[in-house]
């Protein structure tokens, strides 16, 4: 079973940097697509960064230029780096999993993330 944990979270003042962890386990590398969300208090998740099923990476418009989703095979581990952090930046993030399927040369992600790690505090300050 896909277990996924997140870590490298804390507090850091507007115009820092965070970088976050998501070590997995319990898969064949490359099988699974990868990406982060993130949830304030009282808003909806919300999908910030995503590593599709041919390697593109794609970002909502909020971390555009200011975050960089990458991938350690090697290592089974997901990154997230942070920069220019933003109060608004605050949240819980997660990282999430999904089958990842190939064929022809041709790979696409499941829909829907099935697996998801336990969270990781990040918190911005003015």
């Known amino acids: 079973q896909v277990q996924l944990v997140e870590s490298g979270g804390g507090s850091v003042q507007a115009g820092g940097s965070l970088r976050l962890s998501c070590a997995a386990s319990?898969?064949?590398?490359?099988?699974?697509?990868m990406g982060w969300f993130r949830q304030a208090p009282g808003k909806e998740r919300q999908g910030i960064a995503h590593i599709l099923g041919d390697g593109a990476t794609t970002y909502a418009d909020s971390v555009k230029g200011r975050f960089t989703i990458s991938q350690d095979n090697a290592k089974d581990i997901l990154f997230l780096q942070m920069n220019n952090l933003k109060p608004e930046d605050t949240a819980m993030y997660y990282c999430?999993?999904?089958?990842?399927?190939?064929?022809?040369?041709?790979?696409?992600?499941?829909?829907?993330?099935?697996?998801w790690g336990q969270g990781a505090q990040v918190t911005v300050s003015s």
């Open positions: 319990g898969y064949t590398y490359n099988s699974y697509c």
């Open positions: 999430a999993a999904v089958e990842r399927y190939c064929s022809n040369s041709i790979c696409w992600c499941g829909n829907g993330y099935l697996y």
